[in-house]
T-cell receptor, first 108, second 112 residues
């Protein structure tokens, strides 16, 4: 079993829809990252969380430490949001462990 | 500082050849990570460094793989006697303490 599990693996939605991507992890962590990867490989950090909730523009990330679960939400989704979204956790040794990613496709 | 840089961006090599990739982290970042990513998969951990010390090496890293960070700044990842299964994107990331992780653009290796 992977230490970081994401769902769904693939998600196709219409422009404007509210998007939720989930991440569950099984190890003790010091922080959790949500990352965005576009075709071509470059990875951009969206959020780093250790508790609560963060918001940046149309993106919202939440984490529940007790339940070992985090969600990434996108409001008013747009085709330019199409990308792979990756959840990654920092374990107690500061090693970064990645989920497999969620491939999001927003249709115009 | 322009972020984490990786060189080269693309490498095509013949099977059996050796290749070396370089990662320049953000200045003063003490942690440096190497990952491998194949198509449709999330990045898989290879190894990481605290300054010049290699803290952990994944079992994914066979004896053909070696990584160094000799002065605690840039790092190199060498693959000896490359195989077609080594074809992947090799990603580098760096952090300072519990701060945001910054990623390089990756080196895409194709072994023919």
């Amino acid at each position: 079993k992977n230490e970081v599990e994401q769902s769904p693996q693939n998600l196709t939605a219409q422009e404007g829809e509210f998007i939720t991507i989930n991440c569950s992890y099984s190890v003790g962590i010091s922080a959790l990252h949500w990352l965005q990867q576009h075709p071509g490989g470059g990875i951009v950090s969206l959020f780093m969380l250790s508790s609560g909730k963060k918001k940046h523009g149309r993106l919202i990330a939440t984490i529940n430490i007790q339940e070992k679960h985090s969600s990434l939400h996108i409001t008013a989704s747009h085709p330019r949001d199409s990308a792979v979204y990756i959840c990654a956790v920092r374990n107690r040794d500061d090693k970064i462990i990645f989920g497999k990613g969620t491939r999001l496709h927003i249709l115009p | 500082d322009t972020g984490v840089s990786q060189d080269p961006r693309h490498k095509i090599t013949k099977r059996g050849q050796n290749v070396t990739f370089r990662c320049d982290p953000i200045s003063e970042h003490n942690r440096l990570y190497w990952y491998r990513q194949t198509l449709g998969q999330g990045p898989e951990f290879l190894t990481y460094f605290q300054n010049e010390a290699q803290l952990e090496k994944s079992r994914l890293l066979s004896d053909r793989f070696s990584a160094e960070r000799p002065k605690g700044s840039f790092s190199t990842l060498e693959i000896q006697r490359t195989e077609q299964g080594d074809s992947a994107m090799y990603l580098c990331a760096s952090t300072l303490g519990l701060t945001e992780a910054f990623f390089g653009q990756g080196t895409r290796l194709t072994v023919v």
